[in-house]
C-alpha cells in the first residue's frame, strides 16, 4: 500500500535551518511528485513546493523562495524538505503528500511533521 | 495567484442533514478543483478530484459538482464521522497551489 513517512518532530532556534524526510513506499516513485503542504497552529493549509519523482525538477511558492529546497533520493525514493532562516512564524505541521508529474490532487498524505521555533 | 474562498466559514449541522459546502476561485480553474476532509490532529485525506470524481474508497454520500469559478461538495446524510474542516483545493495554475481558507462542520 503507498505509505509516506515523515521523519520526528523538531525544536530550533530563529535563524537555524531545519531538513525533514518524506519516506515514500508502496508505488512507483519515478512516476509521481511529491508536494509540501504546511499548516500553522489553528490554521489552513499553504502549499510550499513540489518537486518531480522523475527527473528532480522543483516549483516553489514565491513566498518562501530562496528559504525553501526540496531534494530527492531516488536510491531509497525519499523526499526531503530543508528550509533555512526559520522564523517563530514558521512553527507548523508540516506535511508532504504524493501528488502527479504535475501538480494535482494530492491523494496520500504523511502523517505530518512538528516543527518549533522557539528561542 | 488564484484566490480559494470557501463558504460559509463554520457550519452547524445535525446527523442525517444534508450538507452543502462551496467554493469560489477568483479566476477559472476548469475542473481542475480538489476537497480535502481534515479531521483534529489527522493529516488532511483526499475526498474529491477533477470538481466531481471521488477517490477511491470515498463513501457515496460524498459528491463534487462544479466548472470553473463555482464548486459544490455535498454531503447528502451527515454521519458522525463527517464532523472534520473541508479544504477545496484548484491545482490549474501553478505554481502556487492553492487551498480555501476551510469550511468547519460542527455539531
Known amino acids: 500500500q503507498v505509505q509516506l513517512v515523515q521523519s520526528g518532530p523538531e525544536l530550533k532556534k530563529p535563524g537555524a535551518s531545519v531538513k525533514v524526510s518524506c519516506k515514500t513506499s508502496?508505488?512507483?516513485?519515478?512516476?509521481?511528485?511529491v508536494a509540501w503542504v504546511r499548516q500553522a497552529p489553528g490554521q489552513g493549509l499553504e502549499w510550499m513546493g513540489w518537486?518531480?519523482?522523475?527527473?528532480?525538477?522543483?516549483k516553489y511558492t514565491e513566498r518562501l523562495q530562496g528559504r525553501v529546497t526540496l531534494t530527492r533520493d531516488t536510491s531509497t525514493d525519499t523526499v526531503y524538505l530543508e528550509m533555512r532562516g526559520l522564523k517563530s512564524d514558521d512553527t507548523a505541521v508540516y506535511y508532504c503528500?504524493?501528488?502527479?508529474?504535475?501538480?494535482?490532487?494530492?491523494?496520500?498524505w504523511g502523517q505530518g511533521t512538528l516543527v518549533i521555533v522557539s528561542s | 495567484e488564484i484566490v480559494m474562498t470557501q463558504s460559509p466559514g463554520t457550519l452547524s449541522v445535525s446527523p442525517g442533514e444534508r450538507v452543502t459546502l462551496s467554493c469560489r476561485a477568483s479566476?477559472?480553474?476548469?475542473?481542475?478543483l480538489a476537497w480535502h476532509q481534515q479531521k483534529p490532529g489527522q493529516a488532511p485525506r483526499l475526498l474529491i478530484f477533477?470538481?466531481?470524481s471521488r477517490a477511491p474508497g470515498i463513501p457515496a454520500r460524498f459528491s463534487g459538482s462544479g466548472f470553473g469559478t463555482e464548486f459544490t461538495l455535498t454531503i447528502s446524510s451527515l454521519q458522525s464521522e463527517d464532523y472534520a474542516v473541508y479544504y477545496c483545493?484548484?491545482?490549474?495554475?501553478?505554481?502556487?497551489?492553492?487551498f480555501g481558507q476551510g469550511t468547519r462542520l460542527d455539531i
Open positions: 508502496g508505488y512507483n516513485f519515478r512516476t509521481y511528485g
Open positions: 479566476q477559472s480553474v476548469r475542473s481542475n
Open positions: 503528500a504524493r501528488d502527479q508529474l504535475v501538480a494535482a490532487a494530492m491523494d496520500y
Open positions: 483545493q484548484q491545482y490549474s495554475d501553478w505554481p502556487p497551489v492553492t
Open positions: 477533477g470538481a466531481t
Open positions: 518537486i518531480s519523482g522523475y527527473n528532480g525538477d522543483t
